[in-house]
C-alpha cells in the first residue's frame, strides 16, 4: 500500500508517518512543494533509524504520481468526506492520499473524487486530527482487513 502526503508542511509529522510506513512496509509518496527540507533535524529525529527501511519517492504534483500509476485506486483523507475510512475495502495496491497540515487536501480534488473520499469520524466542535495520527488510524484499518500481512 501506499501514503500520499500532498505538500507536508510539518517535518515531525511527515518524519512520524516515515516511521509508520517504514514499520509497516508501505510506500510514503511526498508531493512537493514540502514546506521543509529533507535533511531537516525534526524530520530526521521523527523517524529516527529506521530510514534505511523506508519505500519513499517524491513527486513534482499530484497529476505526475497518478500518471505514473494510471491503475492505482486512490482513496481521499478529508474532513468534507461523507464516508468513513471504515465504509471501504482495501487491497494491498491502495494509495491513501492525505493533505496539508493547514488546509487538507485541495477542495477540488476531494470533490471530484467523493466515491473514493474517506474521513475519520471526529468530534462535530473539532477541526482535525493531527495529521500522523489520522494516517495510523486509517493505515491500521486497511492492514487489519488484509489481515496484516507481512507484520509479526
Known amino acids: 500500500m501506499h501514503i500520499v502526503l ?6 515531525a509529522n511527515t518524519g512520524n508517518i516515515s516511521r509508520t510506513c517504514s514499520c509497516t512496509g508501505l510506500s510514503l509518496h511526498l508531493v512537493r512543494p514540502l ?5 531537516d533535524k525534526q524530520l530526521k529525529r521523527a ?15 499530484f497529476d505526475e504520481l497518478r500518471a505514473k ?11 468534507k468526506a461523507e464516508k468513513s475510512y471504515t465504509d471501504f475495502t482495501y487491497g494491498p495496491d491502495d494509495f491513501f492520499v492525505f493533505g496539508k497540515e493547514t488546509k487538507g487536501l485541495p477542495e477540488e480534488l476531494v470533490l471530484s473524487n467523493l466515491e473514493t473520499a474517506i ?20 493505515v491500521y484499518e486497511a492492514l487489519r482487513q488484509q489481515g496484516f500481512p507481512n507484520l509479526v
Not at 500532498?6 to 517535518?11: A, R, T
Not at 500509476?69 to 474532513?79: E, H, L, Q
Open 35 to 39: 514546506g521543509f527540507s529533507v535533511d
Open 47 to 61: 523517524g529516527l533509524d529506521y530510514w534505511h527501511l523506508l519505500d519513499l519517492h517524491y513527486h513534482d504534483s
Open 6 to 11: 500532498v505538500e507536508p508542511e510539518i517535518p
Open 119 to 138: 474521513r475519520v469520524p471526529i468530534f462535530a466542535d473539532a477541526r482535525s486530527l493531527n495529521l500522523s495520527n489520522a494516517v495510523a488510524i486509517v
Open 69 to 79: 500509476y494510471p491503475n492505482g485506486r486512490f482513496f481521499y483523507a478529508s474532513t
